[in-house]
């Protein structure tokens, strides 16, 4: 699942909660999309009844919406952020008395094989170099519980979920040139691996196309799109 579809996915899990009556407003950084065209649809695949969203572009260290929430929800958001506690702090003043603040993140130190595939474990540590380099946090996951405190929440609990991939399963080798991808110009302006080392996890013809572009490609492409050859 993409980042658009994980978007509208987090949404109406919001909105199944909030229910028909309710309210939801996804702040989304970084650069434009168009939500009408590209979010709205996926929402309304998953939860068709829904008519209660407002799609925001914003800075999220420093938008505040109108009201307050009854809930906020954020997913891979503090991952990105210096000052993660901050934010939480800045948006935890946007709840309603006895509102509920949950962050859903990344932890990768949970990544690995069993027994080791030094191939994996090479990719693993180009992602988790890549993304420091980037100034994202990878292990932040493990952290959530100090950050919520730290920014002012009583009675924070946290969990994690994991899951397996068996051999032979195909996901597994998909999720690592995945992010890989999607990390391609990061991995190779810092250094941490070559255009030629990509090559052979992303194919030649992409990890070129991704690094000599804007570097970020979705996490979620199409595998069809990955295999395709070159456009003459």
Same mark, same amino acid.
């Given at each position: 699942?993409?980042?658009?579809?994980?978007?509208?996915?987090?949404?109406?899990?919001?909105?199944?909660?909030?229910?028909?009556?309710?309210?939801?407003?996804?702040?989304?950084?970084?650069?434009?999309?168009?939500?009408?065209?590209?979010?709205?649809?996926?929402?309304?695949?998953?939860?068709?009844?829904?008519?209660?969203?407002?799609?925001?572009?914003?800075?999220?260290?420093?938008?505040?919406?109108?009201?307050?929430?009854?809930?906020?929800?954020?997913?891979?958001?503090?991952?990105?952020?210096?000052?993660?506690?901050?934010?939480?702090?800045?948006?935890?003043?946007?709840?309603?008395?006895?509102?509920?603040?949950?962050?859903?993140?990344?932890?990768?130190?949970?990544?690995?094989?069993?027994?080791?595939?030094?191939?994996?474990?090479?990719?693993?540590?180009?992602?988790?170099?890549?993304?420091?380099?980037?100034?994202? !946090?990878?292990?932040?996951?493990?952290?959530?519980?100090?950050?919520?405190?730290?920014?002012?929440?009583?009675?924070?609990?946290?969990?994690?979920?994991?899951?397996?991939?068996?051999?032979?399963?195909?996901?597994?080798?998909?999720?690592?040139?995945?992010?890989?991808? !999607?990390?391609?110009?990061?991995?190779?302006?810092?250094?941490?691996?070559?255009?030629?080392?990509?090559?052979?996890?992303?194919?030649?013809?992409?990890?070129?196309?991704?690094?000599?572009?804007?570097?970020?490609?979705?996490?979620?492409?199409?595998?069809?799109?990955?295999?395709?050859?070159?456009?003459?």
């Amino acid at each position: 699942m993409g980042g658009r579809a994980f978007a509208a996915a987090v949404s109406a899990a919001t909105l199944s909660i909030v229910g028909l009556s309710g309210q939801a407003a996804p702040v989304r950084p970084g650069p434009p999309v168009d939500f009408t065209t590209q979010i709205r649809p996926l929402l309304s695949d998953a939860a068709p009844a829904y008519t209660g969203v407002s799609f925001i572009e914003a800075d999220v260290r420093s938008w505040r919406a109108l009201e307050p929430f009854d809930a906020i929800v954020g997913r891979l958001i503090l991952f990105h952020l210096s000052d993660p506690a901050s934010v939480v702090r800045h948006h935890s003043r946007n709840l309603r008395p006895g509102g509920r603040f949950m962050a859903i993140d990344f932890d990768l130190g949970g990544a690995r094989t069993e027994p080791d595939v030094p191939l994996a474990d090479e990719i693993l540590g180009w992602l988790i170099r890549a993304f420091e380099a980037a100034g994202a !946090s990878p292990f932040i996951g493990a952290r959530l519980g100090p950050i919520l405190a730290q920014a002012g929440l009583r009675d924070v609990t946290t969990f994690g979920v994991q899951g397996y991939l068996q051999p032979g399963d195909p996901m597994a080798a998909r999720l690592l040139a995945g992010v890989a991808r !999607s990390l391609a110009g990061a991995i190779v302006a810092h250094g941490v691996a070559t255009v030629e080392q990509l090559g052979h996890v992303i194919g030649d013809w992409r990890a070129e196309q991704v690094t000599q572009g804007s570097g970020h490609l979705p996490v979620g492409s199409d595998q069809r799109e990955r295999d395709a050859p070159p456009a003459a």
